[in-house]
């Protein structure tokens, strides 16, 4: 059967300082995967999604990047945070198979920044 | 650009109650529409998905509908109980995934 793991879990680190999340997806091959943020009452903003290795497309200009170095795992990455970056952070993962495709979703990161 | 919109934010209802949960779209051309939970501080675990030629799809106590012509769907929760008590998120899609805000909802023992 096929997993999503997301880590940590948990995160509280200082303006201006390093972010890496991690994310991969075991018992599937060359999934599409994608990061998203969610804001207190607000829903589901789509930040990135990959369709292969190294292919990366960005929905919102914003302080972030992420990156697709093996099939099965995504990082979502910023080299200096801001205050505005706090949030709950979900990676998620559907299959390339045509149809309706079911999202499945990590367990999310919450990140504050202080 | 596609706007969702679910109404209530929260609902708080007494065991045994049936359940309404409401979401609208904007832009009637979609794929599908799915339905996810959501407990606190967790990911989204997906409930039901109705492909955009299906009226309706039910799951045991749970049943939503698609009016898609309307920009409808409807969340149905028989017989709640507090194990039910969470965010309910619907989401439609067309090139990619559009989220509502969430109805919360809390059943009281």
């Known amino acids: 059967s096929q997993t999503i793991h997301q880590w940590p879990a948990t995160l509280v680190q200082p303006v201006g300082s390093p972010l890496s999340l991690e994310c991969t997806v075991e018992?599937?091959?060359?999934?599409?995967l994608y990061w998203y943020r969610q804001a207190a009452g607000r829903g589901l903003q789509l930040l990135f999604y990959s369709v292969g290795i190294g292919q990366i497309s960005s929905e919102v200009p914003q302080n972030l990047s992420a990156s697709r170095p093996q099939d099965r795992q995504f990082i979502l990455s910023s080299k200096k945070l801001l205050l505005s970056d706090s949030g709950f952070y979900l990676c998620?993962?559907?299959?390339?198979?045509?149809?309706?495709?079911?999202?499945?979703f990590g367990a999310g990161s919450r990140l504050t920044v202080l | 650009k596609q706007e969702v919109t679910q109404i209530p934010a929260a609902l708080s209802v007494p065991e045994g109650e049936n359940l309404v949960l409401n979401c609208s779209f904007t832009d009637s051309a979609i794929y599908n529409l799915q339905w996810f939970r959501q407990d606190p501080g967790k990911g989204l675990t997906s409930l039901l998905l109705i492909q955009s030629s299906q009226r309706e799809q039910t799951s045991g106590r749970l049943n939503a509908s698609l009016d898609k012509s309307s920009g409808r769907s409807t969340l149905y929760i028989a017989a709640s109980q507090p194990g039910d008590s969470a965010t309910y998120l619907c989401a439609v899609e067309l090139y990619k995934l559009s989220f509502g805000a969430g109805t919360t909802v809390t059943v009281r023992a």
């Open positions: 998620a993962w559907d299959s390339h198979s045509s149809g309706a495709n079911v999202l499945t």
């Open positions: 018992g599937t091959s060359n999934p599409n």
